[in-house]
Nanobody, 125 residues
Framework: QVQLVESGGGLVQPGESLRLSCAAS????????VGWFRQAPGQTRVGVAC????????NYSDAVKGRFTISRDNAKNMVYLEMNNLKSEDTGVYYC??????????????????WGQGTQVTVST
């Protein structure tokens, strides 16, 4: 059924950029709110970005606002997270997710129903 597969993580130095990709199958990404979340070592999972269906609105956490951009390519049925000017505190496992039950662009992970396996991002000198 529904599958979400993240890719694009890796090791980068502070100030560099990465683009994470989320390949979706079993549903049309344009028709649902989607979000990106991250979990740093020893920390709880937190939302960093979300995008409503049909790109009606987006929301970002204060920690990433102005540096990260969430988007989707409807033709490829994929979701992206462009991360610029990366900082060491951006280190963590990044997950993409879909909201079905509430159908809202939210940074609260409890509202999301389907999750990918995660991809590791490490920002270090």
């Amino acid at each position: 059924q529904v599958q979400l597969v993240e890719s694009g993580g890796g090791l980068v130095q502070p100030g560099e950029s990465l683009r994470l990709s989320c390949a979706a199958s079993g549903f049309i990404v344009e028709h649902y709110p989607v979000g990106w979340f991250r979990q740093a070592p020893g920390q709880t999972r937190v939302g960093v970005a979300c995008l409503d269906m049909y790109d009606s609105r987006a929301n970002y956490s204060d920690a990433v606002k102005g540096r990260f951009t969430i988007s989707r390519d409807n033709a490829k049925n994929m979701v992206y997270l462009e991360m610029n000017n990366l900082k060491s505190e951006d280190t963590g496992v990044y997950y993409c997710a879909r909201d079905v039950r509430r159908m809202v662009c939210s940074l609260a992970d409890r509202t999301y129903d389907d999750w990918g396996q995660g991809t590791q991002v490490t920002v270090s000198t």
